[in-house]
């Protein structure tokens, strides 16, 4: 419900047809110029009505040009109008201009809201749910988790193969073991912070996808500094303890250049994949924000398996291998 | 800038003096009706006074009641505020309900886009950007994301301690250590779900600190629902894998059911600790969305090995170990 009124119009008459007819309107904010045929033609915000004399024309308040919905716009792409062109309310017209309606902000409030929940859920690994967390049967919630979670553990499955190439040397140096869940991890942790930051940003349209290149070269050298400084960490946390104990052996030196340099290769890894996979998944046309979750985390795992077990072949070949 | 009118007005008075005052006030939406002392005694809207016949009072349509801000209520709840009144302006009091100005919803939507931002920037393990991605400097972008990530590796540093424990049998049994990273993706993977669902749910209000013992029940019967999926996948990939190969060795069925109900176990622990550990942080006044990622990663990495390799001696006693 809305308020159409016509180019030859008085601001007295608009103001009279208002106090007639306004009753029903959800929004008076902008009233709506029509033709003969009843096509939208301009809007004209009712402030405008009441800061004129009365006797001005509505033709003399136009400006000939208006923003509006088409009825086959998507809500996503509505909030963005809202948004751009600073309003709270906005007409919607069909494909020959003809004013079908209007769309208040508080819809696209909810919308927004929306909109943000799903991305959240589906970062997080899961498909987003139909209903608030309460509403929700627990059988339902089991089906909207178990999707992911299934993927995801069909995709480790290749951490067990990736390690069973290196299972030998595993034998011989149990201390690698030990190792792994603090190097894949931060491979994973990096990877989930690059990922979110993208996302989030081609979300709200900071980047696109052509900004590839300009993210790839500062997510590499965030990644190598953020790799240097767990690194260093790493190195001097087995340099330490290899002071107090010997549970690192004669050759704790070498273990601890094998961590220090894995770390960096790991975060540096996790940082660009992270980074490079929502460009990607979003060129292929799929949702970065569903998807890129469970692929980094099972390309980050794998591959920083890959690197971290090679250095230590590539250091420890002759002393503890 | 925004339009206060006395009580004794009659509406024709209110719509010259709307003429005459409006063009600088920054919304016509609802007009402020106060009193000789200036204090705020009600709002109502425009529409009011354009669908009202010219010569009725004021007076008359005030219902003396009204939503107000005060200039001490912070951005975020004056969002909620927006969204429970279904306004799109609200004036702003002092604590002597002063009319001392008004806030309209563009200001809003942008406070709701930034929140969430934020809220997703630390729910993927970083502090939130000040800035847009693409203008914020590599050094700010590294600094933002360090902090983090140095307290997850310190945190992670115990899965080494953890693992330390049972080196002896991981060495008599390597087998075991190749499944490192499959079952503790799970059990993070399951918990980071559950976390973003719990931390989401608390941010829009669906649910309070109070319902967390309905949520413990309902996460509970959940996560031991995909652990039994997970669980029976492991299962069945070992099962499978060992007609075709000798890859497990002559043990191959008591390491499947190993893994199979490590997968139970590690899949609950981290349902269960992503869903509490919101409403615990929530509780001793921390923000669920900054702390609950390298917590819920730490906790359930650290456990999930322990219980992992716990059912691994259970099991495999007296057979391969």
Redesign the interface.
Known sequence: DYIAIRPDWTVREV?DF??EN??D?ES??VLYIVDAKGLLIDDVR??EF????LDKKVSELMNDSYTALEVTDLKESAVQV??DY?R?VLPVVNSQKFLVGIV???D??DV??QQ??E???K????AA?DF???STK??D??KK??G???V???G??F??TA??YF?DE??KA??L??????I???G???G??A????I??LA?G??QIK?WG??LR?EF??GI??GV??GT??FI?IFAWSFFSD?YGPHWFLIALTIGFSLIGV?LWGTVTGSMLPFFLKKCNFDPATSSAPFV?TLV?VIG?VIYLSFAVMLLRGTLL
Request: glycine residues 6%; proline residues 3%; charged residues 20%.
């Open positions: 103001l208002v106090r306004g009753r309107s008076l904010d009712l402030r009441l800061i004129s004399p809202f948004r600073d709270v208040t902000i508080d696209v409030l927004v809201e943000d929940t991305d959240i859920q970062f997080g690994g899961m749910l608030p967390y309460a627990i059988w919630l089991v988790r178990a992911w979670l299934i995801l553990f069909v480790e499955m951490t067990a390690m069973g299972e595993i034998a149990v201390i073991a030990l190792f792994v869940p603090l894949i991890s931060s994973g942790n990096s989930s912070q990922a979110t930051l993208i989030r940003s709200l900071e980047i900004d300009m993210v500062r050298y965030s500094m953020l400084i767990l960490i790493g946390r549970v975060v985390a795992d398996l």
